[in-house]
């Protein structure tokens, strides 16, 4: 069964998504989780599981590529995305924040992908 095409967002959208994220309580956070989402095209699942090491050049910096590894991929396939500008700017700023240094596999965002058996899957986000 071949499945539904998603819409894309228009840059209007994306604009007054990413007003409201900056106003929420989480918003930094929530931010670039919506972008890793709209601009690098990442499924829940990918966002849930993405760790810096897949972020990460051996110099410790962000790169141009997210590598995700098969376990975080849609039929364990693995996959390489190109890093957009803003998204770039967003996880160099989230990068700093954090301890990305000492734990390079740690998942950034403390979340879990969870699912159920029952083809329900959500991202669990651990409350800050």
Known sequence: MAGKQAKVLTATQISTVLLHLG??????????MFLLSAKAGMRAKE???????????????VGDMIH??????KRSSGRSIPINRELRSALVELHG????QSRPSRNFFGTRYRDDG???????????
């Open 23 to 32: 106003s929420t309580r989480h918003g930094f956070r929530d931010r670039v």
């Open 47 to 61: 966002i849930a599981m993405i760790t810096w090491s897949m972020l990460l050049t051996a110099t410790g910096e």
């Open 68 to 73: 995700l590894e098969d376990k975080a991929t």
């Open 97 to 100: 924040q954090g301890n990305s």
């Open 118 to 128: 029952e083809h329900r899957r959500r991202v669990v986000l651990p409350p800050l």
